[in-house]
C-alpha cells in the first residue's frame, strides 16, 4: 500500500510546486526520515469547514453561502487554467482564513485533466455538494418520518436548485467554468 501511494504522491508536489497562489499551501521541502516519504509544506492559517460546520455549528446565510461560492467558483477555475481538477473538494479541505477568504489544501487526489479518467465535471460535483453542507447549517428537520432529498428540503429557490443539480449532473451538466460563473451570477442576482 504504501508503495503504491508513494508512485502517486509526485502528483501532490509536482502540482503545488507549480501552483503559484496564496490560496494553496506551497511545497517547502520533501525527505525520507526512518523509511517514510515526509512533505513539508507551507502552513496554512485558519479553520477548515468541518471545523466551523460541526464544531462551532455556524449557520450559513445565503449571503455567506455565494461569497464562499464565488470563491470557490474562482478556486476552480485558477485550477483548471493550470489543467488540474483536486477532487476533493471537501469541508476538511477548504480552509477559512481570518479575512474571510478559502484556502485549499490536500492535493493527494489532484490530478491533471486528461478528459477521460481525470475530467473538470468531478469538481463540479464537488462544489455543489460543499455548497449543499453549507446550505444545510441552518436547516432544521420538522420531523423524523419525513425524509425528503436535499432539493425538496432545503430552502431554495428556483435557480439555486437548479444550479446546484446542473453541477452534479442531475439536470444537464456544465460544460465549462466560464458557464458556471456566469449562471451563478444570475443565481445570486
Not at 40 to 66: A, M, Q
Not at 151 to 174: A, H, P, R, S, V
Request: charged share 40%.
Amino acid at each position: 500500500m504504501l508503495e503504491v501511494t508513494r508512485k502517486k504522491l509526485f502528483y501532490e508536489e509536482e502540482i503545488l510546486k507549480n501552483l503559484d497562489d496564496n490560496r494553496f499551501p506551497k511545497f517547502i521541502e520533501k525527505f525520507n526520515y526512518e523509511d517514510n516519504l515526509i512533505y513539508v509544506l507551507d502552513y496554512i492559517e485558519g479553520k477548515d469547514f468541518e471545523d466551523i460546520l460541526y464544531e462551532d455549528e455556524h449557520e450559513f446565510s445565503k449571503e455567506e453561502i455565494y461569497d464562499i461560492a464565488v470563491q470557490l467558483i474562482d478556486i476552480v477555475e485558477l485550477l483548471q487554467k493550470n489543467s488540474i481538477i483536486h477532487r476533493d473538494l471537501r469541508t476538511p479541505n477548504i480552509i477559512l482564513d481570518r479575512n474571510n477568504k478559502l484556502k485549499l489544501i490536500d492535493f493527494g487526489l489532484a490530478r491533471y485533466i486528461d478528459d477521460k479518467k481525470y475530467v473538470k465535471e468531478i469538481d463540479y460535483w464537488y462544489i455543489a455538494d460543499f455548497l449543499i453542507h453549507l446550505y444545510y447549517s441552518s436547516y432544521y428537520k420538522e420531523s423524523d418520518l419525513d425524509e425528503r432529498p436535499w432539493f425538496e428540503e432545503l430552502d431554495l429557490n428556483e435557480k439555486e436548485c437548479l444550479f446546484l443539480k446542473k453541477l452534479m449532473g442531475i439536470e444537464g451538466c456544465y460544460k465549462s467554468i466560464d458557464e458556471i460563473k456566469k449562471n451563478f451570477k444570475y443565481v445570486i442576482n
